[in-house]
């Protein structure tokens, strides 16, 4: 007997882990994840430490944006699954520890995590059909970018931008004065300055556009182009032919100009004392200067030997007296078989160049590449609307306001090649609504509203005002949940797709359930199997409110009524129902609700019936289910 008795309480015992880890499902999959952690912990105190609740742990913190817990219990179901974990979870481990800045530990996991996984994109160079990808480079969807085709753009060549202290610096062949340039049959370059200036509708005009005034002979048969200034303003570096002591194209053996890096130093408004740099050579070309932030490296661009292409990127360093070191090839992470030309370096020091030698949309392409804080950064391309089936190239970016410039030869420009300017907003759409009590559908204030991303990751919550209203700022085409709470009443929550139209408002009204209606906690039916008085999961979902209720109201006394319909004998059902009222009663005493706060339990069977559904009586499902009930009169609140 007493062996009987211990199996029926190890049986009870687990059906309730069971159950326990159910019913945080449950709320796991209704974006509960306070609620579910919370069961979840319950259930590993049992005994229970499954991968499932493992795992699922760490998911409700990490979708909580609580890095620190979720890496715990990541770890957990790591050191004791090991292997057979899902790379999944190995991958969510990773992310935890770089947020952290264990980025030791993240390295050793990715490590596991690219051996496992060698066909994640996440491990390798991203792969899809080209057609997808040109698709996705060619889409501007989710993207608010102005572009605008410069008003001093010419019937020439301009092209090439670089900004400081509010004046623009480029390169133009509309000197009509100068000799024309056999290739393109358009005068010889020069460096032109424009004012930048902004209106009253912040709009960046260009005025005031004149030439730049070296000191020296004066030329008109040999290019100019490509302008930047040091951070103090007095030094610059451009590109020109190769010229000799009068200003003059000096060839090699085949006839070739090829090109160099000057410097030269600002003398009053003069730029004087230009000298070629030293890495420079007579056989092959040199140019596109551009600056780290710091000022302390040069990158440029060359077809010297020994590179992977037709032009490379490469880095020199500035040293403290004024020399060079030696040119360094920045790699086959930037560089192919092909072109890299126009390298500049923003603030942040992401590295900006124009490249064929990746997949494109034609021609030259813009990419990105921050290869300067991580060498083994991949380049990414910057797609449209920077880059078309043109030569798109000569990127600059302001990063205080994310305005900049490029320049490209697509069609219906003014020229040969224009610059375009352009303004970056991403496109945001807003989602806002009022939360309402279901029932009289007054104006819920203070109720909390979470925004809750397609990966089920919390991304904001918020409060509702005095008017019920909230509201969230959201990007274009993306899916999201909205999901509201608040104590003594039932969550609701609604699921929304946003387009790609800017500055659209998507409505979600939530309405709540109240949980307290009079004297009595309401809740959904809670249903038991046929001739059975245990607890479901199902029923343990429904039983969480009152959970909640007493929980936020901790003076609250209730007692618990268990009602069944007509069928059966009336034998049968008093004893029945009185044992589901002792069941629903024992779950709230295993969710910490003390015993002096739940007053009675009992069972009523059919003596206290809604309807006339009474012995004999013929009714339908429905009205049967009317008196099939549990209640839960409120004693004192």
């Known amino acids: 007997m007493k062996t009987r008795v211990i199996f029926t309480l190890i049986a009870l015992y687990s059906s309730l882990i069971f159950s326990q880890e159910k019913v945080a499902d449950k709320f796991f999959e209704n974006y509960a994840y306070l609620k579910a952690a919370e069961l979840y912990q319950e259930a590993v105190k049992k005994g229970n430490d499954s991968e499932h609740v493992l795992t699922r742990l760490g998911d409700c913190y990490y979708n909580n944006s609580n890095p620190k817990q979720a890496a715990v219990w990541y770890n957990k179901a790591l050191e004791k699954y090991g292997n057979d974990i899902s790379p999944e979870y190995i991958y969510k481990y990773i992310q935890t520890q770089r947020s952290l800045q264990n980025f030791t530990e993240a390295d050793k996991w990715f490590e596991k995590f690219k051996s496992i996984q060698n066909d994640d994109s996440r491990a390798k160079e991203f792969e899809e059909s080209n057609i997808a990808l040109y698709e996705k480079l060619a889409s501007t969807s989710g993207m608010n970018t102005v572009i605008e085709n410069l008003s001093i753009n010419s019937k020439y060549s301009?092209?090439?931008?670089?900004?400081?202290?509010?004046?623009?610096?480029?390169?133009?062949?509309?000197?009509?004065?100068?000799?024309?340039?056999?290739?393109?049959?358009?005068?010889?370059?020069?460096?032109?300055?424009?004012?930048?200036?902004?209106?009253?509708?912040?709009?960046?005009?260009?005025?005031n556009v004149t030439p730049l005034a070296f000191d020296g002979v004066e030329r008109k048969d040999i290019h100019d182009?490509?302008?930047?200034?040091?951070?103090?303003?007095?030094?610059?570096?451009?590109?020109?032919?190769?010229?000799?002591?009068?200003?003059?194209?000096?060839?090699?053996?085949?006839?070739?100009t090829h090109l160099k890096i000057y410097k030269a130093t600002l003398v009053d408004t003069i730029w004087s004392n230009i000298v070629e740099l030293p890495f420079n050579d007579n056989v092959?070309?040199?140019?596109?200067?551009?600056?780290?932030?710091?000022?302390?490296?040069?990158?440029?661009?060359?077809?010297?030997?020994?590179?992977?292409?037709?032009?490379?990127?490469?880095?020199?360093?500035?040293?403290?007296?004024?020399?060079?070191?030696?040119?360094?090839?920045?790699?086959?992470?930037?560089?192919?078989?092909?072109?890299?030309?126009?390298?500049?370096?923003?603030?942040?020091?992401?590295?900006y160049f124009s490249s064929d030698g990746f997949l494109n949309l034609g021609l030259l392409d813009i990419f990105?590449?921050?290869?300067?804080?991580?060498?083994?950064?991949?380049?990414?391309?910057?797609?449209?609307?920077?880059?078309?089936?043109?030569d798109d190239f000569a990127y600059f970016i302001d990063p205080k306001d994310n305005s900049g410039y490029f320049s490209s030869n697509r069609p219906d420009g003014k020229g040969s090649d224009d610059i375009y300017g352009f303004n970056i907003t991403t496109c945001k759409q807003t989602i806002s609504g009022v939360v309402k009590n279901n029932k009289t559908l007054e104006v819920l204030p203070e109720a909390t509203i979470q925004l809750i991303d397609e990966s089920g990751k919390i991304i904001e919550e918020i409060t509702s005002d005095k008017d019920g209203a909230y509201s969230f700022e959201v990007d274009c085409d993306k899916n999201y949940k909205v999901l509201a709470f608040k104590p003594d009443y039932k969550d609701d929550w609604k699921e929304l797709e946003t387009d790609n139209e800017n500055e659209k408002d998507n409505t979600a009204d939530l309405n709540l359930v109240p949980l307290i209606n009079d004297n009595e906690i309401v809740i959904n039916p809670i249903f038991f199997d046929f001739d059975k008085w245990n607890i479901r999961p199902d029923a343990a979902y429904e039983l969480e409110n009152i959970v909640s209720v007493m929980r936020a109201h901790p003076d609250m006394v209730?007692?618990?009524?268990?009602?069944?319909?007509?069928?059966?004998?009336?034998?049968?059902?008093?004893?029945?129902?009185?044992?589901?009222?002792?069941?629903?009663?024992?779950?709230?005493y295993t969710r910490n609700i003390a015993k002096e706060r739940i007053e009675s339990a009992i069972g009523y069977g059919e003596t206290q019936l809604l309807n006339k559904c009474s012995n004999g009586v013929k009714c339908t499902k429905e009205e049967h289910q009317l008196n099939r009930r549990s209640k839960f009169i409120i004693l004192k609140q």
Not at 230 to 253: A, C, E, I, L, S
Not at 562 to 581: E, F, V
Request: no cysteine; hydrophobic share 25%.
């Open 158 to 207: 301009d092209f090439g931008s670089f900004v400081y202290e509010n004046t623009l610096y480029f390169a133009s062949s509309r000197n009509t004065e100068n000799d024309i340039y056999k290739w393109n049959n358009e005068p010889y370059l020069d460096i032109f300055k424009g004012e930048i200036k902004t209106t009253e509708d912040n709009v960046k005009q260009i005025t």
């Open 558 to 588: 209730i007692k618990i009524e268990s009602h069944t319909d007509s069928r059966g004998s009336d034998k049968y059902n008093m004893k029945l129902s009185d044992r589901r009222a002792k069941s629903t009663r024992d779950y709230l």
């Open 368 to 390: 990105k590449s921050n290869i300067i804080k991580d060498e083994n950064a991949d380049p990414e391309n910057l797609g449209a609307p920077y880059n078309s089936g043109y």
């Open 284 to 351: 092959f070309s040199t140019g596109h200067p551009a600056l780290s932030p710091d000022n302390k490296t040069l990158y440029f661009v060359s077809d010297r030997d020994g590179g992977y292409g037709q032009t490379d990127i490469y880095k020199v360093a500035i040293n403290d007296n004024g020399s060079y070191g030696d040119p360094v090839n920045l790699g086959d992470k930037i560089n192919t078989e092909g072109r890299e030309v126009f390298p500049f370096v923003s603030q942040d020091s992401t590295l």
């Open 225 to 256: 182009a490509n302008a930047i200034l040091t951070k103090d303003g007095k030094t610059m570096y451009f590109t020109r032919d190769n010229v000799g002591k009068r200003n003059k194209p000096q060839y090699d053996k085949k006839g070739t």
